[in-house]
């Protein structure tokens, strides 16, 4: 099953409004997690990594203010688009190291969020 | 900078071979990813290299050189559902995995 898990896995929402997307580890404490998006037909691009108890620190070009990402816990990180916009409609999808996995900071990725903003 | 590249295109039949390579130049390295895509669908797990050499795991093998800053995917006895991008990613020395723009598979019958 999966141990990471994202909600919602699909959201509409009108433009000018603000979603949020949760990514929970399920099975362990991740201290870490990353935040990608991918545009149709492209690869992922990574957006920020997010950790726990500080800021995140975020790729160049993405905004900041815009996509507010918080990590309150070790096991939740949220992504927000604030103000969204038909061109923010993507998909995103977030991954959560496992520092204390067999194989050592094994990576898991979530299922993905579909936002469609109209 | 970080580059990963890796062809964006390839077609193969049904029950054949193929190879999907990947070269990479990234701020430091702490392993490969190669990971399968289906459309609309997130990327699912298929292998993680991090010392050299060839890693089996059924009908799929992926091999790494690090001296080369290279890798390839190797599927065997290809089957129709095996149609799909494959993302090489590698993981650098904070720990990103940055994504190739991944080579999209199409199976012949």
């Known amino acids: 099953g999966a141990v990471v898990s994202q909600h919602p896995s699909r959201v509409i929402c009108k433009s000018g409004t603000s979603v949020k997307i949760e990514c929970r580890s399920l099975?362990?404490?991740?201290?870490?997690m990353f935040w990608y998006r991918q545009f149709p037909k492209q690869s992922l691009m990574l957006m920020a990594t997010?950790?726990?108890?500080?800021?995140?620190?975020?790729e160049q070009g993405v905004e900041k203010d815009k996509f507010l990402i918080n990590h309150a816990s070790l096991t939740l990180s949220t992504l927000t688009v604030t103000s969204a916009h038909p061109e923010d409609s993507s998909f995103y999808i977030c991954?959560?190291?496992?520092?204390?996995?067999?194989?050592?900071?094994?990576?898991?990725f979530g299922e993905g969020s579909w936002l469609t903003v109209v | 900078g970080q580059n990963i590249d890796q062809p964006t295109e390839m077609t193969a039949t049904e029950g054949a071979i193929v190879q999907i390579n990947c070269t990479y130049q990234?701020?430091?390295?702490?392993?490969l990813f190669w990971y399968q895509q289906h459309a609309g669908e997130a990327p699912t797990f298929l292998s993680y290299?991090?010392?050299?050499g060839l890693e089996e795991k059924g009908r799929f093998s992926s091999f790494l050189s690090r001296s080369k800053g290279y890798s390839y995917l190797l599927l065997k006895e290809l089957q129709m559902k095996d149609s799909a991008s494959y993302l090489c990613?590698?993981?650098?020395?904070?720990?990103?995995?940055?994504f190739g723009k991944g080579t999209r598979l199409h199976i012949l019958p």
């Open positions: 991954s959560a190291r496992d520092p204390n996995s067999i194989l050592g900071n094994t990576i898991y």
């Open positions: 099975d362990f404490q991740a201290t870490t």
């Open positions: 997010s950790n726990e108890g500080s800021k995140a620190t975020y």
């Open positions: 990234t701020s430091g390295f702490n392993g």
């Open positions: 290299n991090v010392l050299d």
């Open positions: 990613a590698v993981r650098d020395e904070n720990d990103k995995i940055i």
